[in-house]
């Protein structure tokens, strides 16, 4: 059972989390859940951990592809006309 020691502020914070995770799927981060509850990274990564939530949300944010979509096939296309440019 939880102690009853902490105020009503962290139990706003980690309901809030709680309820971003369950929202989410887990699909969400760290700075997520700050900028959702106003608190600092640091809260949120205490509460979770108190609480046992460690492992129900991601760790980090992934790049979306579409930014380095376009690069990579500009990276590509060059490659691919060096090699087929000596080829022929």
């Not at 106003?38 to 944010?61: H, P």
Request: hydrophobic fraction near 40%; glycine fraction near 6%; aromatic fraction near 10%.
């Amino acid at each position: 059972m939880m102690a009853q020691n902490s105020s009503p502020r962290i139990e706003r914070i980690a309901y809030q989390i709680w309820w971003l995770i369950q929202d989410s799927a887990g699909e969400c981060t760290l700075q997520d859940m700050a900028q959702f509850t106003g608190a600092s990274m640091r809260t949120c990564t205490q509460i979770c951990r108190y609480r046992g939530w460690a492992g129900a949300y991601r760790k980090m944010v992934q790049a979306p592809a579409a930014d380095s979509g376009p690069r990579m096939i500009e990276a590509l296309d060059s490659e691919l006309s060096a090699l087929f440019g000596e080829a022929a």
